[in-house]
């Protein structure tokens, strides 16, 4: 196997590390139907432990882990070290039964497959998802190798309610840093870390000449040796400047053409054919904004008259701001056009994939737009609703889903739509009836059979469309009463069960899409409201939150 010969080669002490142990994390599930013990996430990170004295494995949590969601599960988290020669044969072992034993009790991982040998580079500004679930790796980076259960089966509710992964994460992250939520797709895995010990590296840029300068100091039982170091600097997709040259002391210059972009420097071993070090991409600070704001001597004053002729007096301390530039800032090489002609690609793209729509009709343009706004939602309905859809709109009406979610083109999808029965203000009483509304409903009985009538507006409204409701799927759900909670926010929702939620924010609700200044865009953490739309949804499960269901 390929990864076992390069596992062998990185393990021989001197090439990248002195090892003498590795250190086990293992996260474990225990079913209570089956009492088997399965894999959640196991960790093997090489160490150098001189002197070390052998000690039993030990749980890191306290009390048995259980999770709300899954009542008849229980989880725990265990530890222990062993010698680094007893690695590979374990592994190796592993591979053959779908058991790993290293702790001398047997965790049943399942069928694994190789993953092909991975470097993980520290967080720069880009944050690197594993680093979420490695140890310590801010220096030079990690080699690392994988064994992935593809099936997951055992872990399958995990995959349909992300919920119980965050809580997972949350109670393992109080035993043991290791963020299981930030890396859901290695779930079942069991990994190898290598971080690279010989020597320690320092990444800079010299002030004087604007050079790229490697610094690296080896370790005292390290034997040093010839590496090579190079750097490349990307912008807008195509290499800016790029340099490499012998490493052969324990510092070398690198001069890359100044420019705008983002750095990545490596160390490669060319004896050995090893990466040594790789850094993610970053850039280096040439010029600093500073903002300074300065107390005012006199503040702004003002009084407000409240019920019953009294007044209320506000004072609001004021500030003087300034800015000025230290350093020099580069525009880039064309006057600032490129970076122009850049945002100006994004938007495009944007809005071709419809991440980010702004829709700012003219008066005489509400009717187009709306038919255009919707048009755009019904793509997104195509694009991304083979598994399901919801939509959460308080203001959501009948028209509204079937000039939306009916239009969905995927047979069987699972659609949902959540309202609060309130109605835009063109639905709304005339004004001129005000006085007898505020009157007639001003009891919360009347409150709530208002709401009822709304309601049986609903239904039959759905009722009365002639359909042969081929491979249609709704529910459509109120919030009353006091289950759930209220909600202001429009979204639709693609829940997804292979990735992560896609959700848009809506702008404006349905009702007015595209009739007024609002902008339909991409949010980022869609999983985290696709549970907070499963969360209220759940809690909506009584008759009275049904308006209206197919089949």
Not at 181 to 190: C, F, I, K, P, T
Not at 273 to 293: D, E, H, K, R, Y
Not at 336 to 364: H, N, W
Not at 385 to 392: C, D, F, K, Q, S
Request: some cysteine.
């Amino acid at each position: 196997m390929y990864q076992m010969a390069t596992l062998d080669l990185l393990l021989t002490p001197g090439i990248i590390g002195n090892y003498t142990h590795f250190e086990a994390t293992e996260v474990f599930a225990t079913e209570d139907a089956s009492r088997r013990v399965s894999n959640v996430f196991t960790i093997l990170v090489a160490e150098s432990r001189n002197g070390w004295v052998p000690e039993p494995a030990r749980f890191l949590n306290k009390d048995r882990i259980k999770l709300k969601s899954l009542p008849l599960w229980t989880f725990g988290v265990m530890r222990y070290i062993r010698p680094i020669a007893s690695l590979q044969p374990s592994l190796a072992s592993m591979v053959e039964t779908g058991n790993w034993c290293g702790s001398g009790k047997s965790l049943h991982v399942g069928k694994l497959h190789e993953v092909p040998p991975q470097f993980v580079p520290p967080d720069t500004a880009t944050a690197v998802a594993w680093n979420k679930v490695l140890k310590n790796n801010f220096w030079n980076g990690s080699h690392v190798f994988e064994w992935s259960d593809n099936d997951k089966a055992v872990l399958k509710p995990f995959f349909e309610d992300s919920r119980r992964l965050q809580e997972l994460s949350r109670k393992v992250m109080e035993c043991v840093p290791i963020a299981l939520a930030a890396l859901s797709d290695r779930l079942g895995n069991v990994a190898v870390q290598l971080p690279v010990t010989v020597f320690m590296h320092q990444f800079s840029k010299a002030v004087a000449n604007e050079a790229l300068v490697f610094d690296i100091a080896w370790h005292p039982e390290a034997t040093p040796r010839s590496l090579r170091a190079s750097c490349e600097l990307e912008f807008d997709g195509i290499l800016t400047g790029y340099a490499e040259a012998a490493l052969l002391t324990e510092q070398i210059s690198l001069l890359v053409d100044p420019g705008l972009g983002v750095h990545r420097g490596f160390i490669w071993d060319d004896l050995n054919q090893v990466l040594m070090a790789a850094t993610g991409p970053g850039s280096f600070v040439g010029a600093v904004q500073i903002n300074m704001a300065v107390g005012g001597s006199e503040p702004r004053t003002f009084s407000v008259a409240e019920p019953g002729g009294t007044r209320r007096t506000y004072t609001i301390g004021l500030t003087t701001g300034s800015s000025h530039t230290v350093g020099e800032q580069h525009p880039d090489s064309t006057g600032g056009y490129t970076r122009r002609r850049m945002y100006s690609d994004q938007m495009e793209r944007l809005a071709a994939e419809r991440v980010f729509i702004q829709y700012k009709p003219t008066p005489d343009q509400q009717d187009a737009e709306h038919e255009r706004a919707l048009g755009d939602l019904r793509s997104l309905l195509a694009l991304h609703g083979r598994n399901a859809v919801w939509l959460w709109d308080p203001f959501l009406s009948a028209r509204d889903i079937w000039e939306t979610l009916f239009h969905c083109p995927h047979f069987g999808s699972d659609l949902r739509a959540l309202t609060a029965a309130k109605e835009p203000p063109d639905e709304a009483v005339p004004f001129g009836l005000w006085q007898w509304v505020r009157r007639w409903f001003s009891k919360p009985e009347r409150r709530r059979a208002r709401r009822q009538h709304w309601i049986q507006r609903q239904r039959e409204e759905l009722n009365s469309i002639e359909s042969n409701w081929q491979g249609f799927r709704l529910e459509y759900r109120v919030k009353t009463g006091p289950a759930g909670f209220g909600f202001h926010d429009r979204f639709l929702i693609f829940p997804r069960t292979e990735e992560d939620a896609l959700v848009w924010s809506l702008g404006t609700s349905i009702n007015s899409i595209g009739t007024e200044h609002h902008i339909l865009q991409r949010v980022d953490n869609g999983q985290l409201i696709r549970d907070a739309f499963l969360e209220l949804w759940e809690q909506l499960d009584k008759p009275e939150h049904l308006i209206w269901k197919r089949p």
